[in-house]
């Protein structure tokens, strides 16, 4: 007979596969009894792993109805079950399941909104950090080209060819049902919390691109650069200004 430990594992492992036995030291004389007592149980723990999907991503259940999202859901977890016993974690890849999921396919904005609220949710959990005022960004930054920045650690940038900030505010909206008219060009997001709420603003044109290269480590000059690549004209001035307005600037360094 297995030890605890062993037991404990098998336990876990058949909890979360649908398909699996009941584990073999649980299984007693009458029979099918330990198979359907053993059922409910996994019926009852997928049941907490959906709520938990919808209380994360509560405006991508409500643009495709509780049944569907439930369902979906429901199969996100059997294919991708917890690999931490900290919830808070759970649904980092339930967007990128969505997209390959074929019955969302008439939604196709569907995984880029739930991106959305995957950045919402992990930015308001991230850790604490007092955005740089104004003034000491203009004296530490000067006309240095070559100048790092430090981004709050809540910082998020979400890219999509749909209006997706435009569908999550409609959408999120109580009594809103799935949005009618939708502008036709896409939307890159900036989400962050530089105080108590967490702020979603819309990035200007080459915006994204800007902010990622900052991101990985990039001076302003090759940001800017990397972004002019992207949307001829880029604004730097204008860009600059909006990150220390949302607050997403905590630091500022030399190019190493």
Same mark, same amino acid.
């Given at each position: 007979m297995?030890?605890? %430990?062993?037991?404990?594992?098998?336990?876990?492992r058949a909890?979360?596969?649908?398909?699996?036995?009941?584990?073999?030291?649980?299984?007693?004389?009458? =029979?099918?009894v330990?198979?359907?007592?053993?059922?409910?149980?996994?019926?009852?723990?997928?049941a %907490?792993?959906?709520?938990?999907?919808?209380?994360r991503?509560?405006?991508?259940? !409500?643009?495709? &109805?509780? *049944?569907?999202?439930?369902?979906?859901a429901?199969?996100?977890?059997?294919t991708?079950?917890?690999?931490?016993?900290?919830?808070?974690?759970?649904?980092? &890849?339930f967007?990128d399941?969505?997209?390959?999921?074929?019955?969302?396919? =008439?939604?196709p904005?569907?995984?880029?909104?739930?991106?959305?609220?995957?950045?919402?949710?992990?930015?308001?959990?991230?850790a604490?950090?007092a955005p740089?005022?104004?003034?000491a960004?203009a004296? /530490?930054?000067g006309?240095?080209?070559?100048?790092?920045?430090?981004?709050? =650690?809540?910082l998020?940038?979400? !890219? %999509?060819?749909y209006p997706?900030?435009?569908?999550?505010?409609?959408? *999120?909206r109580?009594?809103?049902?799935?949005?009618?008219?939708?502008p /036709?060009?896409?939307?890159?997001?900036?989400?962050?919390r530089?105080?108590?709420?967490v702020e979603?603003? !819309?990035?200007?044109? &080459? &915006?994204?691109?800007?902010?990622?290269a900052?991101?990985?480590?990039?001076?302003?000059?090759?940001?800017a650069?990397?972004?002019?690549?992207?949307?001829?004209?880029?604004?730097?001035?204008?860009?600059l200004?909006?990150?220390?307005?949302s607050?997403?600037?905590?630091?500022v360094?030399?190019?190493?």
């Amino acid at each position: 007979m297995p030890g605890p %430990s062993e037991l404990e594992a098998d336990f876990a492992r058949a909890v979360l596969d649908a398909k699996a036995d009941v584990p073999a030291p649980l299984v007693r004389e009458a =029979p099918g009894v330990p198979a359907r007592r053993f059922g409910v149980y996994r019926n009852n723990v997928y049941a %907490s792993l959906i709520d938990a999907l919808a209380a994360r991503f509560p405006v991508t259940a !409500r643009l495709v &109805g509780d *049944a569907f999202f439930r369902a979906m859901a429901r199969a996100y977890a059997e294919t991708a079950p917890p690999n931490s016993p900290v919830l808070l974690r759970y649904g980092m &890849g339930f967007a990128d399941f969505i997209a390959s999921f074929p019955p969302a396919g =008439p939604v196709p904005y569907l995984a880029d909104v739930a991106r959305l609220e995957w950045a919402w949710h992990a930015a308001y959990h991230a850790a604490d950090a007092a955005p740089l005022p104004l003034e000491a960004l203009a004296e /530490a930054v000067g006309d240095a080209a070559s100048a790092t920045l430090t981004l709050h =650690p809540t910082l998020h940038v979400v !890219r %999509s060819v749909y209006p997706v900030i435009t569908i999550w505010h409609l959408a *999120a909206r109580e009594g809103e049902d799935e949005p009618a008219r939708i502008p /036709a060009d896409g939307e890159d997001a900036l989400v962050v919390r530089p105080k108590l709420d967490v702020e979603v603003r !819309r990035l200007p044109a &080459g &915006g994204a691109a800007f902010v990622l290269a900052l991101k990985s480590g990039a001076c302003l000059e090759q940001a800017a650069e990397q972004a002019a690549q992207e949307v001829a004209g880029f604004d730097l001035e204008a860009n600059l200004a909006g990150l220390v307005v949302s607050g997403a600037i905590v630091g500022v360094g030399a190019e190493p």
